[in-house]
């Protein structure tokens, strides 16, 4: 089984892919995450991808298509996986399908208004062990100081306003096409993620019953 996590930046992708990893027991797998340690590394994917990323684009195709080739053929997808920021093009998910057309997939959408979102990444603030808090809803006990690990809390580079606004403009142009594709192949389904995260969770879980079976 491979769940595709759809839906805008900061629609809680991240968040709710880690919760339905627990609970499924699969991977979860973030083109965006693997591309950060590229740069952070200092590779030469990384170096070339860090222009796009800063300013809002999209990393090549081809680059994400052959991270994701490698990332799935790991023997922890062998039960399923959970794929967060990826496909967010046509073609990508025309080569997923040709990595692996014989998976069962269900794709998620997690639908929130773009003011929401602007909103939500302004006060988004991360650390480098992979926790997400919020400035205002989801505050750190100790400000700016990480309540899983201790370390130092940041804003992302392209969580400013203007990198936000062309997030957003490439999610519209590029991504949101994937709807009527999967709508297409019969495998999408939509929820209100404006909701808590916990609501959000429970909406996703009840939907994934008709493709997953749970024991
Ligand atoms: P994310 O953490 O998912 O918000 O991704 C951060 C940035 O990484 C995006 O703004 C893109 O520049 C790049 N990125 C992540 N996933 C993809 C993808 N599937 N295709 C192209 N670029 C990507």
New binding site residues.
């Given amino acids: 089984m491979r769940i595709i996590l759809l839906g805008p ?1 900061g629609s809680g992708k991240g968040t709710q892919g880690d919760l339905l990893g627990e609970h499924y027991g699969f991977p979860r797998i ?4 693997l ?1 950060r340690a590229e740069v952070g590394a200092g590779t030469p994917v990384g170096l070339e ?1 860090k222009k ?2 800063d300013s ?4 090549d ?1 081809d680059v ?1 298509n052959e991270m994701i080739r490698r990332r799935i053929g790991r023997n922890d997808c062998g039960k399923g996986y959970i794929l ?6 046509v073609p ?1 998910a025309e080569q997923l399908n040709a990595i692996n057309s014989k998976r069962e997939e269900v794709v998620a959408d997690i639908r929130v208004a773009d003011e929401r979102l602007v909103e939500r990444l302004s006060a988004r603030r991360v650390c480098s062990c992979g926790a997400v808090f919020h400035a205002i809803n989801r505050r750190p006990q100790i400000e700016d100081v990480c309540d899983a690990c201790g370390g130092r809390l940041i804003r992302r580079g ?1 969580d400013s306003p203007e990198v936000i606004r062309e ?1 957003l403009r490439v999610y519209h142009e590029l991504t949101e096409p994937l709807i009527v594709f999967y709508r297409q192949k019969g495998n999408y389904f939509s929820v209100n993620g404006e909701a808590d995260v916990q609501t959000v969770f429970a909406a996703i879980r009840s939907k994934l019953k008709d493709w997953i079976l749970e024991n």
Avoid: I
Wanted: proline content about 8%; glycine content about 16%.
């Fill in positions: 930046p973030s083109t965006g995450d591309l991808a796009a990323m809002g684009g999209l990393v195709d994400v967060d920021g990826f496909p967010r093009t990508q392209d997030r």
